[in-house]
């Protein structure tokens, strides 16, 4: 009788093994909720331009190219996105209408950019779009003018007087 119990159990561990072993499935989604984003680097914080006797000739001195500024900029967005340029100082020492900017930097797919010198105004002010999606950084340079020279004193007893003006760079997804 022994024998028979052993047996028996040994036959239904047999039967039974197969199903604690056998290989069960199912499944999981992975969702990756993208939001449209844009990005912003400033390259260059800061630039002094200095004027010689022949830019007090011209009226004008400016920063172009490498001297200028430049900001990196990328976006996911498939409508592309809008680099924005302003200056919000509350009393600014270079008066708006002689502060120039526009950028050389053609251009994105289906975008616009300011290519002819334009008086920086308090309001955000579309410098550089493009209508398509801008994986990598891409670097905007902005050339900076300023204007009627003659209207910058400087101070008695030798020297420079600084006139500063902060630019914000704003970058939106479209």
Not at 133 to 142: C, G, M
Request: hydrophobic fraction near 45%.
């Amino acid at each position: 009788m022994a024998r028979n119990v052993i047996l028996g159990t040994l036959l239904m561990s047999a039967l039974l093994a197969p199903l604690a072993n056998a290989a069960t499935s199912g499944t999981s989604n992975v969702t990756l909720a993208a939001s449209a984003v844009a990005l912003i680097q400033i390259d260059d914080a800061a630039i002094t331009l200095t004027p010689n006797a022949t830019d007090y000739g011209n009226d004008y001195v400016e920063a172009t190219g490498a001297a200028g500024i430049d900001v990196e900029v990328k976006t996911n967005s498939t409508g592309g996105l809008a680099l924005q340029v302003r200056c919000a100082d509350a009393s600014p020492q270079i008066a708006l209408a002689d502060l120039l900017v526009r950028t050389a930097t053609a251009p994105g797919a289906g975008g616009s950019s300011i290519g002819t010198y334009t008086a920086i105004t308090a309001a955000n002010q579309n410098l550089w779009t493009t209508g398509a999606v801008q994986h990598t950084f891409l670097v905007v340079s902005t050339d900076v003018r300023v204007q009627n020279l003659i209207n910058y004193n400087d101070a008695a007893g030798g020297g420079t007087t600084s006139y500063t003006n902060t630019l914000t760079y704003t970058v939106v997804a479209q």
